[in-house]
């Protein structure tokens, strides 16, 4: 597993448009309704990332990401010059990590090959199903024969790609996840990230769902899928390294660990947070969430447009508790700003740990698998 120094940083770039929002989604994304102006996008970007090297100087950088939206809709120039820029902002570790999430229905093999010239290392396919009937529930306008063409030709330009999938949607049974992962560990890919469906209150299927619209399967088959998919991912080479992510041994995702592992993180971008030691005082950042408010700001009056808290030291622990436990290594509790004990409820970690859904191993405090399928609940209880 990765390991970190305490200058590591990483960065994140949000691009906010879409060419279509899909019903699960919650994020701050954007369908692109008139022409983007892509050069003063650009100079938005340059100018966010010189303001936050004066805040983060002399980090090295772990990984670079860009997400969204839809990134991949933008020119590869695009993020060749935001890769050219952060360069002469910071030093990069020799094996930075840098990732484009990748939509299947837009891109072709001369557009592949001109992100991985750009200097993209790392693509993100958002594959969803392999399915024409999940593909169809969950609102993608890709096919299957798209998805596979562009994991396939993604797999010639980049050694390290990975895909994204949802079960338990629905209409889905376990025989139809069954089934699909056999053609999902075909494709051969070193990376899968498997998300359960989870209804947002403020996506078109949250509306759905609150109407009686759709009707998800139960919770008694949402365990017997993941437990499904633990076991068959194991099988494949495919070990689970935090709830939702498996992959081969050293192609775990570099931007992700480093969030677990609670590593300062530059958001930027309509909507990017941020995570961020400066004078020992780390704050939470939040850049304003409308593009075209963001974007004026920036251009118009040179200021950014966002939200700082001071985070308080328990206030750091529940967030590092929150996301270490995601990880099947499990976190080391005297990273802790805090003695751990302060933090959580004692009465509720000892039950936890006697009843095997926490597991403790010198300083490193785990999830079992037990654990892992109510980690939502577990932490909840866990954490005063």
Request: proline fraction near 4%; include cysteine.
């Amino acid at each position: 597993m990765h390991t970190f120094s305490e200058n590591s940083t990483s960065i994140y770039i949000h691009w906010p448009f879409c060419l279509q929002k899909c019903p699960y989604c919650a994020y701050n994304s954007y369908p692109i309704r008139d022409l983007i102006d892509v050069d003063k996008w650009k100079r938005a970007y340059l100018m966010c990332l010189n303001r936050a090297a004066q805040q983060a100087s002399g980090r090295v950088l772990t990984s670079i990401y860009f997400g969204g939206g839809t990134p991949s809709l933008l020119p590869a120039v695009f993020v060749g010059d935001i890769l050219d820029e952060i360069q002469k902002l910071w030093t990069l570790d020799s094996n930075c990590e840098i990732s484009i999430e990748m939509n299947p229905g837009y891109v072709t093999e001369k557009v592949i090959a001109s992100f991985s010239t750009a200097g993209i290392n790392r693509v993100s396919i958002g594959v969803q199903s392999l399915t024409n009937e999940g593909l169809a529930v969950l609102g993608r306008t890709h096919t299957v024969q798209d998805a596979l063409s562009v994991v396939k030709t993604c797999s010639k330009y980049f050694k390290n790609h990975s895909i994204d999938l949802m079960y338990a949607w629905p209409t889905q049974s376990i025989e139809d996840l069954k089934k699909e992962l056999v053609d999902i560990f075909a494709l051969d890919c070193p990376h899968i990230s498997i998300y359960q469906l989870i209804i947002e209150p403020d996506s078109v299927f949250g509306s759905m769902y609150s109407r009686g619209e759709i009707l998800m399967p139960d919770e008694n088959t949402c365990t017997d899928m993941f437990d499904y998919l633990q076991e068959a991912t194991d099988k494949a080479g495919l070990p689970s390294y935090e709830v939702a992510n498996h992959a081969h041994s050293g192609l775990e995702c570099r931007h992700s660990i480093s969030y677990w592992k609670y590593i300062d993180y530059i958001g930027i971008g309509p909507g990017a947070h941020s995570r961020l030691t400066i004078n020992r005082q780390k704050y939470a950042m939040v850049q304003e969430s409308n593009p075209q408010k963001w974007l004026n700001s920036i251009i118009d009056n040179q200021h950014i447009l966002e939200e700082v808290t001071a985070l308080s030291l328990e206030e750091q622990c529940r967030e590092t508790i929150l996301v270490g436990l995601r990880m099947t290594e499990g976190m080391d509790v005297t990273r802790l700003p805090l003695p751990f004990s302060s933090v959580v409820d004692q009465k509720a970690y000892e039950r936890l740990l006697h009843e095997k859904y926490l597991v403790k191993n010198g300083d490193v405090l785990a999830t079992t698998i037990e654990g892992r399928r109510r980690l939502n609940a577990l932490i909840s209880y866990l954490v005063k």
